[in-house]
């Protein structure tokens, strides 16, 4: 669809706006419009750099006018629908953080990524429930819920911490949301994520950490089933202060990556203990003992190093991932994960991922939200790292390691780990129970009948009289 754009419209759009308002082909347009995952290259009608709340109201109120969908880029690592012919919005000058210590928040702005978070928590002995990523948005991660593999078996998802939101909705007016007002909106954007309006500022609760024993333990691939085997063990009955994941690894040479590990097939087990190193060497020395470990960087650590844990990719990448929920990790998921992923298989999974779940993050949070699936023990990922243009080309193989693993799945997602390949209806309402949906669905309705939110994983509007 061709959109046309009032050119009165846009004459006081730009002077409206502190940020830049670029069309194509303007200077700077490229980098506006980038997201982490270069795979994915967008071409919006118009791209607004957004400086505040008020200019997010008049890019809002622009796009209405004119009839435009409007998306959404912070860090850029939730992008996964192509925002051509939108209006899209760069929120990555709102980046305030304020730290209430004797509340236990923190008030953060639409783009702050979460080591930034982290490193202002810690100056008061206050950390957020991040992510594996440091350079993740907060908000967008709060929003699809927010797995911490570091923190979430004790604490929940982030999404449980959320106190108040404020958002600009689809007609423009910006509202100030908590449990007490305007509750059901409230309850939709954490776990519905960016499809109610633009979250311009977030309050989340943080909590206190006092000690973490922390870090990776690589293994070559021909020791896959020993680990893989201890992995289960170990997972079976943690404490919750212990939270582990397992990746099957085939990394490229790079100068980010450790010389053992490049251009082979390592097996990467992740450890977070929030206790004591002493303790954490007792509950994975059963893991060390294994085999030879190419890597052991698994020390007593500051929060503020956990992104050292998972060792995700940190630049820009073109990337392709699948993922999915288990019920449970028995030793014949276990098998027909190594048969269809391990290292005798030529497949182009850079990084597949088995993470454990439960503890908190099995239990309904003291204020409702929409965050579903919450009964599932681990979850499957994977991730293909290559040129733009191939999605079709590794949908295939990504598929077949996950049908490895069907007799165990729950047939539901996590909101945050929706990809690519995940935007028809029925695959993001597999993110939520049917009544969640429902709900969901209700409340966008209400507040954005139009669908004008809807370049992302998109909840539909219920349709009109629907019950």
């Not at 392709?320 to 030529?346: C, H, K, N, Q």
Request: net charge negative; hydrophobic share 45%; charged share 15%.
């Amino acid at each position: 669809m061709t959109y046309v754009i009032n050119q009165n419209d846009l004459a006081r759009l730009t002077a409206a706006v502190a940020g830049p308002v670029l069309a194509p082909g303007d200077e700077g347009y490229g980098a506006e419009t980038a997201a982490w995952n270069t795979a994915l290259v967008q071409r919006p009608a118009l791209a607004v750099g957004a400086t505040s709340a008020a200019d997010v109201q008049a890019a809002v109120r622009f796009a209405a006018a004119n009839a435009l969908p409007v998306a959404l880029v912070a860090t850029g690592h939730g992008a996964v629908v192509p925002a051509d012919g939108a209006l899209l919005v760069n929120l990555r000058r709102i980046n305030g953080v304020s730290i209430d210590a004797r509340s236990g928040t923190g008030t953060i702005g639409a783009a702050v990524p979460a080591q930034q978070l982290i490193e202002a928590g810690t100056g008061v002995g206050l950390v957020p429930l991040a992510g594996s990523s440091p350079n993740v948005g907060v908000v967008g991660y709060a929003l699809g819920g927010g797995i911490s593999p570091t923190l979430g078996r004790l604490h929940g998802f982030a999404a449980d911490h959320v106190s108040a939101a404020e958002i600009v909705c689809a007609d423009g007016a910006l509202r100030q949301i908590d449990a007490e007002h305007d509750p059901d909106l409230f309850w939709a954007i954490r776990g519905g994520m960016g499809n109610f309006g633009v979250v311009t500022s977030l309050t989340i609760g943080l909590v206190p950490v006092t000690r973490l024993y922390g870090g990776g333990l690589y293994f070559a691939g021909e020791h896959v089933e020993q680990v893989v085997d201890a992995f289960r063990r170990i997972a079976a009955a943690p404490p919750a202060e212990l939270s582990v994941s397992l990746a099957f690894l085939r990394l490229r040479s790079a100068p980010s990556v450790p010389e053992p590990l490049r251009d082979r097939f390592s097996v990467h087990v992740r450890i977070a203990y929030l206790g004591s190193a002493d303790d954490g060497e007792r509950l994975i020395a059963e893991l060390r003992a294994t085999a030879p470990a190419l890597l052991d960087t698994v020390a007593e650590i500051p929060y503020t190093a956990i992104a050292g844990i998972h060792s995700d990719p940190v630049e820009p990448t073109p990337t392709y991932e699948m993922s999915t929920l288990l019920r449970e990790f028995p030793a014949a998921a276990a098998e027909a994960l190594i048969a269809a992923a391990g290292p005798g298989v030529d497949t182009p999974a850079g990084v597949i991922e088995i993470r454990q779940l439960g503890g908190a993050l099995a239990r309904a949070p003291r204020v409702p939200n929409a965050v579903g699936n919450r009964d599932a023990g681990f979850q499957l990922s994977g991730a293909m790292f290559d040129a733009p243009g191939r999605a079709e080309e590794f949908r295939a193989p990504l598929a077949e390691i996950a049908d490895a693993v069907a007799p165990w799945t729950t047939g539901g997602r996590q909101a945050n780990f929706l990809t690519g390949y995940d935007t028809t209806a029925g695959a993001v309402a597999r993110a939520y129970d049917p009544e969640t949906y429902r709900r969901l669905a209700e409340v966008k309705s209400a507040v954005d009948p139009g669908n004008m939110f809807r370049i992302n994983h998109n909840i539909l509007p219920a349709p009109s009289g629907a019950a």
